[in-house]
Every structure is written in structure tokens, then in C-alpha cells.
């Protein structure tokens, strides 16, 4: 394995140190300056913390260094973060940096709209189920869910159960913090799934595992339907997963 300098393990255990004290400038002073945004709010730490504790460095063959850092809490509870380090400008600055276990984004607001026009789709996924909307008279798949089938007019639609397995039809990285819910979470990535089983109607959501990968246009994916984490109250949705051999 590769040798960590000591100056770094020095630097990183000062790093953990100004975590613990709240010293914002000099914590944005050790993050690769074009990661500054994506940095703050890629991680989350409890605003009391009282001690902080390196556990592991291991060095990359790339020149990365990956440190974990366990922090501690007032009542005695502990996070740890998972940050990489990469030389820059003579030193080292943080290029990554997340919550072990990574968590996932997750929206409260996700669910059943008003109008109860897709309550069907919602009870679907709370059954484990993905399902969309189908034309009752001329057959065809209807999505986003809406009272009349847009393509001969008729108010006898259907719901069907499809398996969650599709293609990329578009993707996107999200750098930003649009939402509390989204803060720790980021970056991630939002897909748009063509699903070939129901006429390729397109269903939005989250791609799993994408930390430093590169999603392609036409990737084969399988959605698994998860259910809100405890303390949440949102709904049950679909996360998407690229099949085995995809990536590259
Ligand atoms: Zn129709």
C-alpha cells in the first residue's frame, strides 16, 4: 500500500479539529476551490460536537488519499465521514466527502397529489408495486397520471402493474441543494427511465451508486421500490440501479 506523508495525516487531523470547533473559513479553505459548494452540503455532522478522531488513512494508486474521521457529539453519539484527499498547490485539499453508511435523498413532499388522480400509482409503490396508467378503450399507456386518456379522449383508464426495468433516456447530475431534505446527499443523480414494457412512457427518479461514475444514454436499469426512513414522512418510491456489466 502506498505511503500517507505524515503532513497530511497532520492536516487531516486538523481538519477534524476545525470541524469540531466551527471554523467555516478554514474548513472551506482545505476543499478544492470548484468544490466548494458541493462540498458543504455533500456531508452532515451534528452542530454540537465535542471531539473528532481519525480512524483509518489508505492511499489510492491515483494519488488520492481517503480518510475517515469519526466525530462526536455532545450526548456521545458518533458520525463518521469518508473524505478524499488529492494533492494541490504543494499541499492537499478535500476533493469528497461523505456520511458512512451513504444515505440517499429524500423528499417529504414526495406523494399523492391533491386531486387524487394518481392515488393508484402511490398505492402501488406501498405494495411494492410499479404502476402506471393505462387506457381502458384504446390501449395506451398514460403517464403522468391524468383523467382523461390524452390519446382518443376517454375517461375509462386503467392501472397496470410494469416491472421496473427500462433504459436511460436522460440523465442529470445535481450539484445544488434545492431542498433541506437534499442537504448530505449530494451530488446525485435524477434519471428519466424509459420504461419499453409500457410504451415507453418516461417515469422520473434517483440513480443509485454514481459517486465518480460516468451514466451513459440507453443504460439498462432496474428500479427497486424503498420505503421512507424512519422519522420521515414521505412516500414509498423507486430507485434506480444500472444492471450489472454497464458500467465502465
Ligand atoms: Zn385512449
Sequence with gaps: MA??????????VEHGRMTVAGDHDGLIADFLPDRVGQLLTSATVPADLVRAQLVSTEAG????????????DVRGESVELRACWVPFGGSWRVT???????????????????DGVDQEHWAGLANGELR???????????????????????????????DPAGRI?????????????????????VVL??????????????LE??????????????????TPPPGTTGS????????????Q
Design 132 to 162: 402506471l396508467q393505462r387506457c381502458g378503450d384504446c390501449t395506451e399507456w398514460i403517464w403522468a397520471p391524468r383523467p382523461m386518456c390524452p390519446h382518443c379522449r376517454s375517461l375509462n383508464t386503467t392501472w397496470e402493474t410494469v
Design 193 to 206: 427511465v424509459e420504461l419499453a414494457q409500457a410504451g415507453n412512457s418516461r417515469v422520473l427518479g434517483v
Design 96 to 114: 469528497r466527502v461523505r456520511n458512512i453508511p451513504e444515505t440517499r435523498p429524500w423528499m417529504n413532499e414526495y406523494g399523492p397529489s391533491p
Design 3 to 12: 505511503h500517507v506523508p505524515e503532513a497530511l495525516i497532520d492536516l487531516i
Design 61 to 72: 494508486p491515483d494519488g488520492e488519499v481517503v480518510a475517515v474521521t469519526k466525530y462526536t
Design 209 to 226: 451508486d454514481t459517486d465518480g461514475r460516468e451514466v451513459r444514454i440507453g443504460m439498462s436499469v432496474q428500479g427497486k421500490i424503498d
Design 169 to 189: 433516456y436522460s440523465w442529470t447530475r445535481t450539484w445544488q441543494n434545492f431542498s433541506p431534505e437534499t442537504a448530505g446527499h449530494l451530488p446525485y443523480v
Design 236 to 247: 414509498p418510491l423507486v430507485r434506480w440501479h444500472v444492471a450489472e456489466g454497464e458500467w
